[in-house]
T-cell receptor
């Protein structure tokens, strides 16, 4: 699996967009970019994933650069409940997910 | 929305005892996984299971661990002789359409 690099922590004001970056410069052509988050010690929660194209769902948007070496997760209107650790993972579908340390996002009032 | 269900939510055991952690994956999912997270550390992959066989395992998944799908719905993780360092959250996941969905986890406390 390709290694990913994320900032250790980020802050975001409630109601503003949270933009979480991720570098995955060694990603292979058939590895997906997955984003999960974990609140306290709860089970990881799936947010979004993509291969080449940008993706959007009810939770977030995923912007993947054309060379696929980096991506950005966008939470359009962050709420206090979005405070969590966010994990960017590059992996083949069906294979083990390698959770790194992630980005600890703090949403402030 | 269908969920991965794990029982019990908290298991306390004595060192050296056997424990079985149970998971009910989402119906119609075919790939199953176990991960663990030691307090304060990252989530670590243990094993994946497909078609009644282990398809991938990590170096953590040694002879002390085993997995089984005893019936059409349950997926279990057995630890034969627990050690203090097995204390962790254990998460089950199942796969559909390229996405692994996780359960809420079982907290295992080995005393």
């Amino acid at each position: 699996d390709a290694k990913t690099t994320q900032p250790t922590s980020m802050d975001c004001a409630e109601g503003r967009a949270a933009n979480l970056p991720c570098n995955h410069s060694t990603i292979s052509g058939n590895e997906y970019v997955y984003w999960y988050r974990q609140i306290h010690s709860q089970g990881p929660q799936y947010i979004i994933h993509g291969l080449k194209n940008n993706e959007t769902n009810e939770m977030a948007s995923l912007i993947i650069t054309e060379d696929r070496k980096s991506s950005t997760l966008i939470l359009p209107h962050a709420t206090l409940r979005d405070t969590a650790v966010y994990y960017c993972i590059a992996a083949l579908s069906g294979y083990a997910l390698n959770f790194g340390k992630g980005t600890s996002l703090l949403v402030t009032p | 929305e269908p969920e991965v269900t794990q029982t019990p939510s908290h298991q306390v055991t004595q060192m050296g005892q056997e424990v079985i952690l149970r998971c009910v994956p989402i119906s119609n999912h075919l790939y199953f996984y176990w991960y663990r997270q030691i307090l304060g550390q990252k989530v670590e992959f243990l094993v994946s299971f497909y078609n009644n066989e282990i398809s991938e395992k990590s170096e953590i998944f040694d002879d002390q661990f085993s997995v089984e799908r005893p019936d059409g719905s349950n997926f279990t993780l057995k630890i034969r002789s627990t050690k203090l360092e097995d204390s962790a959250m254990y998460f089950c996941a199942s796969l559909r359409r390229n996405i692994q969905y996780f359960g809420a986890g079982t907290r295992l406390s080995v005393l």
